[in-house]
């Protein structure tokens, strides 16, 4: 599917559908025939009718907006948390923040399978998530909610993993691209050329390895940090196409393009290109060494431009940092100028909604997806929005590497997924399981395709029937 930019970022209008609340009343008229002596003097203003009692009540919302790195995404929930508040009367947001994988993985499965999710909830698309739940009846329909609130035609083309036969079911909050983010003053001090061709990408690594420096900062105890990796691997080596085949069995895990994209990681594992150790490492470590100076690369997703800012968690390399796309691959297939572009976090609701909590819903929705917000989430936390933005608000973009992420994306002929927003939670569940065997050197590149295959071909199966 084509993904230029000016598709991406088409002008629309500004959002201005608001809700409004509904009020007001007179007083009855007199009744026939009545004498002004049985009328009942007019109320004096201390006896004027008590304004109707409101009525109180909270709702849960799940969020995975926690820690540094999350901090202005939590800012812009929290604002429209507060805003939804003041229109909602007697509403409280209950708030519940989780990290991403265990909500993803653990909790939300639980509660979904019991019958009691979250009201409001963080949720993904795809087979695994929004349209396993919503077939299982616990989502919202969205769909007369967007199209009550004028934001049916708002969206970009990013709602098909959030659907199930036309209906809405969840709503992607943004988007974002994964690439090679690199110190430039390193760089510039081993006289190396930006990792725009494979053949400068691999001196650069070669040199940083000879000089005590890490090539990639990683932190894979966490195994979806790796498989951003994995996943452009297969895109560029496999065909932009491969990862949408996986459902439907057009593609398979252990086919030989695939297999060379385990080996290949395997490879830099072995030429010690990641940082030693990486098991053991948190998301937040491989941020931490690369900050420090101990890498010169980190391949992560373009959210992370936020963490580069002067007032932010890498202000000591604010500067020194810039963004480009994997190189094209050596005898990868398809088109090489493609990149992941990934709309797959978002907001799902539950289908069991009292007249008041509906309320609430339509005004976080009203709140949460405005211009204002998805502005605020490209310009402060580098976030590319799922709606359509104007041109203007697009001209206010001024920070440097978050220019340089829309210039890979306008530069790209051919977007593909992540494969986590496309395969089922229980592949998804194999391929972080195997990769940290990979990286181990508990399992071969073949074991491990071969592995999550089975688990594709069960999956697969138990959709069909």
Request: glycine letters at 10%; one cysteine or more; proline letters at 6%.
């Amino acid at each position: 599917m084509k993904k230029k930019l000016t598709s991406v970022l088409a002008a629309a209008v500004a959002l201005a559908a608001l809700l409004a609340g509904c009020g007001g009343g007179g007083n009855e008229p007199a009744a026939s025939g009545s004498s002004p002596a049985s009328e009942s003097p007019p109320a004096s203003p201390s006896e004027s009718p008590s304004p109707a009692k409101v009525e109180n009540f909270t709702m849960s919302l799940r969020h995975i907006q926690i820690g540094e790195p999350q901090k202005f995404r939590k800012a812009i929930l929290d604002d429209v948390v507060k805003k939804t508040e003041e229109e909602v009367p007697g509403l409280k947001f209950e708030l519940d923040g989780v990290e991403d994988s265990v909500n993803r993985f653990t909790k939300l499965p639980a509660e979904m399978a019991a019958g009691n999710p979250p009201k409001i909830m963080s949720i993904f698309g795809g087979a695994g998530d929004t349209q396993k739940y919503a077939k299982a009846g616990r989502l919202l329909d969205l769909t007369p909610i967007l199209e009550e609130l004028g934001l049916k035609d708002k969206f970009l083309n990013v709602l098909d993993p959030f659907s199930v036969d036309g209906k809405v079911y969840g709503l992607p909050i943004g988007g974002n691209t994964e690439g090679i983010f690199y110190n430039t003053e390193i760089f510039g001090k081993y006289g190396l050329n930006p990792p725009t061709t494979w053949d400068d990408l691999i001196k650069a690594a070669d040199t940083l390895k000879e000089n005590g420096i890490t090539p990639f900062a990683v932190g894979s105890k966490g195994a979806w940090v790796p498989n951003m990796t994995i996943n452009t691997f297969i895109g560029r080596l496999a065909g932009p196409d491969t990862i949408t085949g996986f459902t439907t069995g057009a593609s398979k895990w252990n086919s030989p393009d695939v297999v060379a994209a385990y080996t290949l990681y395997k490879e830099w594992v072995d030429k010690g290109y990641f940082t030693k150790g990486e098991l053991g490492k948190e998301y937040g470590d491989m941020l931490n060494d690369f900050v420090a100076g101990k890498a010169g690369m980190m391949f992560d997703g373009s959210w992370r431009s936020s963490a580069f800012k002067n007032d932010a968690v890498g202000a000591a390399v604010a500067g020194k940092v810039a963004f480009v796309p994997l190189p094209p691959l050596p005898n990868g297939k398809g088109d090489q100028t493609s990149v992941n572009a990934n709309y797959g976090e978002g907001y799902g609701f539950s289908s069991d909604m009292n007249e008041n909590e509906l309320k609430a819903v339509k005004a976080f929705i009203k709140n949460m997806y405005s211009d204002e917000m998805q502005l605020r989430g490209l310009l402060e936390d580098g976030v590319l929005p799922s709606m359509k933005l104007s041109e203007e608000s697009i001209a206010q973009v001024s920070d440097p590497i978050v220019k340089q992420v829309l210039d890979v994306l306008n530069g790209a002929g051919v977007t593909f997924p992540h494969f986590d927003s496309v395969v089922q939670s229980k592949v998804y569940t194999e391929t972080e399981t195997q990769l940290q065997k990979l990286i181990a050197g508990k399992a071969t590149p073949q074991q491990v395709a071969d592995a999550i295959q089975k688990v594709q071909d069960e999956e697969n199966a138990a959709a069909a029937k």
